[in-house]
Structures are given as C-alpha cells and as structure tokens.
C-alpha cells in the first residue's frame, strides 16, 4: 500500500476477507468481460485483490458458501500482479450515504456518530429529485457487499456542520436543491396550527430564528411538531436560547422573512411579518374602577404612512410593556388579526393587530420612519354643488405618489405668494370617486368638512359608479 514496489513481477498475498464486491461485467476489445473484487486486511491495513475471467465463477461460489455474520475468512492468493491505480482517493468534502431498509440489520449496530470509518464496495447513485442532504452531486448506497471497518486512531477534527448565515437566506440566491444547517437566536413561535392536504390532516409549528439582526422562520411538520411543542414548554422566555437546526431545506417565500404592507394586513392567514413605527403607546384603563389597566394600545405605522390599531390583553402587558418604545420602529410577528371595534376604532384600518404569547417584537435599531403627516384640503364639485374634503396621510400619498417632502422641495417662493407645486396641480380638474366621514349638521354656522376615507381614480369604476347612482350626477372634480 504505502511502499514503491516493482509492479513487474508478482506476488503472494493472505488476509482477511473484509469485503467483497457484486459480479461485475465490463467491454474490453470489442467482447463483454467478467469482473469481482474482494477486500482483504491484514493488520489493519487493507487492499483490494480484482478477479477476472474464470476466477469469477470461482470467487463468487465461494463467497456464497461463506458466513459473513460468523465466520472469520483467511484468504492465500498467489502470483497477484500489484496494480496502484486501486488506491483509495481523499475527498475533503460531504457526501449523503443510504442504508436501504432490508439492509438497516447489518449496518445499524456497526456505525456510531462521530467515528471514522473506512468504507468500501458501495454503489453511487445520483443525488435526489427533491432535495439532497448535501451539495454533493451524487450519493452512495450501502449494499450487501458493503465493506465498513472502524479506524479507531484515526481523527477527522472538522465541524461536520456548514452553517449559513441568516442574511444569505433572506437576501442571496441560494441553491434550494440542498438542505442547510442555521444557527439563530429563538424569538418567537406560532401556535400548533391544523391544515389539510391531500385529503389528510397535518400538524405544523413555526419558529423565528434571529441572527445579527436578520431573521427567518422555520416550519416543522408531522412528528417534528411534538417535539419542538415540547421543548418549547421548558423553554423559560426570560432567557436567550439558542436553536442549531440541521438540514433544513429551503422554501420561498415560506422559510425567508417577508415583509408585508400594513394596507394587505387581514383574517386571511395566519402569519405575517411587518416593520412598524410604534407611533402611539397608551394603557387603557378600566371601566369598573380598577387601578390595573384593562389593556396596551397601539399606533403602528409603516413607511407608506399607513395606520393600524394594534393592542395587546391585560395578562400579556407585563410581556411587551418593558420592550416597546413609542417612536421606534420594530419587526413584528406571529400576531392575530380581527375586525376594528364596532363603536370606534383609532385608524381607518377596517382590520386591527391582537398581540398574544407567540408574537415575536424585535426592535430595529437602524430604520426609521420619518413621515411627515399630510393634511390636503381640497374644493370638490359636481353638479349639485360643492364641498370642502380633508385628505389626510396615505389616502395623499396614493393620489399624488411623493412624499411630503418630496413635494416640498418643489415648492418655488416668488414674492409674497407662495405657488403651488406641480404633485398639486396634477390633480385638480380631474374627477376622483370618494368615501367620506359623514358629520352632523353644524346648523350653518360652518362650512361642512368631510374627511376622506379611501378614493378611487379608476375612470371605469367612477364611470360606473355614475351609471348606477344617477343619470345626472357627474362624479366629483377637485
């Protein structure tokens, strides 16, 4: 094995069988050829001695008459010509390995994690169409040949682990082919969820994982649900936990973080990921005289200026009071969503944010939201009169697509008048169908202002609007 010997002439060899492969046959010169090849060690070193031709018929008789469980089998082969292109390659890499199920017997009690092992007479496969344990092309299968002996000094000190950052997830294209081990800090989990799918009922629990602030959700299914629900029950949520999960595979948008918009936030699913300024933070006391407050309410806005009603029950305000700031911005997650109140609600948001004991609240120490509040009062007309509509925050943002201080930088002084910039002019002289809050009568003593609550600009819709409502009335012009 180790020493340059002359491979001119040939030798003798005894060992002990370790290993033999299946019948083999092969193309040489135009004719189909015959080939077996057993290993053989002796001290614990081992080489592997090929047969062809009639010595197949010979070797294969005789390793069918042999006990592989129990007998220990010495083998004399004389006159062998020393061949080194048999010697064992070293790969530094990772390569997933199967054990078919009628095989499980014979290989479960040999192997242990963590050993070295040397292994021969296996076959190798392509990888899997779904997913393959590692970015190995191809895998190997144990077979009934399979050679597999303990190297009991022999030491391989690398991490068998391949970590991959959070970030690289969420932000990089990476292969979906193969499964990846995350390492993060746990921070929140959903409820033990129920859904259907091909006509069966399944489990599944999801967990957010944070890293150098970057974070992803993982999804556990069928019997994974029992034990993560488990180990959760005695996790204590004062405490930083860290999570090593290992071959995961990757599936977007589920596994990544995304980011929604507070405008799509409904009953419709159940999770969702936002980024939100907590633009107010208040305790709502309670009605029957009690010092404790009844609940923790809350402002959210996001950075198109929309507005939600978030809250959260009295037995979970000791949870969120310490962690939430008002005027700073957070990732949110992993909150239920309902129907605004029926006898006020804080926004126009037709929907409202429930925090319970799953929500993961993370703050976000580099990203702000410095909305400054629009406020559009604007003269409207149609053919039965005028009047006067308020237009505030994101019903302007949709109708002029700028910010506030977009706008203001286009604002151009000249003498004692200040003009009216551009965004503005666009839109007046054009027609808008709008919902408005309608107030009591002032008794005449003010003009009427009516606040607008959401707006339309699609010329079919107002069109149709028009048709439906009156013959003559003629929409509403700014």
Not at 73 to 92: D, E, H, L, R, T
Not at 257 to 264: A, E, F, M, P
Not at 353 to 360: E, G, L, M, W
Request: glycine share 6%; charged share 25%.
């Amino acid at each position: 094995m180790y020493k340059d010997l002359d491979t001119s002439f040939l030798i003798d060899v005894i060992g002990i069988i370790t290993g033999a492969s299946g019948e083999q046959e092969f193309e040489k010169d135009g004719t189909k050829q015959k080939r077996i090849t057993v290993e053989l060690d002796q001290d614990g070193v081992r080489v592997e001695c090929a047969f062809f031709g009639k010595y197949v018929s010979e070797v294969s008789g005789y390793l069918s008459s042999v006990d592989a469980t129990n007998d220990v089998v010495v083998v004399q082969c004389c006159k062998i010509k020393p061949f080194k292109g048999i010697m064992y390659g070293k790969y530094v890499c990772k390569i997933h390995a199967s054990v078919r199920k009628t095989l499980i017997y014979r290989f479960q009690s040999l192997l242990s994690e963590g050993r070295v092992y040397q292994i021969s007479f296996f076959g190798v496969g392509e990888k899997g169409r779904d997913f393959r344990p590692t970015s190995h092309p191809f895998k190997i299968n144990f077979d009934i040949h399979t050679s597999v002996r303990l190297v009991p000094n022999k030491a391989i000190n690398l991490s068998p682990y391949n970590f991959v950052p959070i970030s690289d997830i969420m932000f990089k294209d990476l292969d979906t082919s193969f499964l990846i081990d995350v390492i993060g800090i746990l921070t929140g989990a959903s409820a033990e969820q129920e859904f259907e799918k091909d006509g069966g009922k399944h489990k599944r629990i999801t967990i957010a994982l944070d890293q150098d602030g970057a974070r992803v959700e993982c999804a556990f299914f069928g019997k994974y649900v029992d034990e993560v629900v488990g180990y959760l029950g005695f996790v204590d949520a004062t405490n930083v936990v860290v999570v090593h999960l290992i071959y995961l595979k990757l599936s977007f948008p589920l596994m990544a973080s995304r980011i929604d918009d507070l405008t799509k936030i409904d009953a419709s699913k159940e999770t969702w990921t936002i980024f939100a300024k907590f633009n107010r933070l208040w305790l709502s006391s309670s009605l029957y005289g009690s010092k404790l407050p009844s609940s923790m309410d809350m402002i959210l806005m996001d950075d198109k200026g929309c507005k939600i009603h978030a809250t959260v029950r009295k037995a979970l305000i000791y949870r969120f009071k310490s962690l939430l700031t008002e005027g700073r911005v957070y990732q949110i997650s992993f909150f239920g969503v309902g129907e605004s109140g029926r006898d006020f609600r804080p926004t126009s948001h037709p929907f409202k944010i429930n925090f319970d004991i799953h929500t993961s609240v993370r703050l976000v120490p580099n990203k702000t939201i410095n909305l400054t509040p629009y406020k559009l009062c604007v003269s409207v007309t149609d053919d039965t009169g005028s009047a006067q509509f308020m237009i505030f925050d994101r019903e302007v943002f949709a109708i002029i697509q700028k910010s506030f201080k977009d706008v203001e930088a286009n604002f151009v002084k000249g003498g004692d008048k200040l003009s009216i910039p551009q965004e503005i002019c666009n839109i007046m002289h054009k027609q808008f169908l709008f919902k408005v809050e309608a107030k009591e009568d002032s008794g005449g003593r003010f003009e009427s202002t009516y606040t607008v609550n959401f707006f339309c600009k699609d010329s079919n819709i107002i069109m149709k609007f028009i048709h439906n409502v009156s013959s003559t009335t003629q929409g509403l012009t700014i």
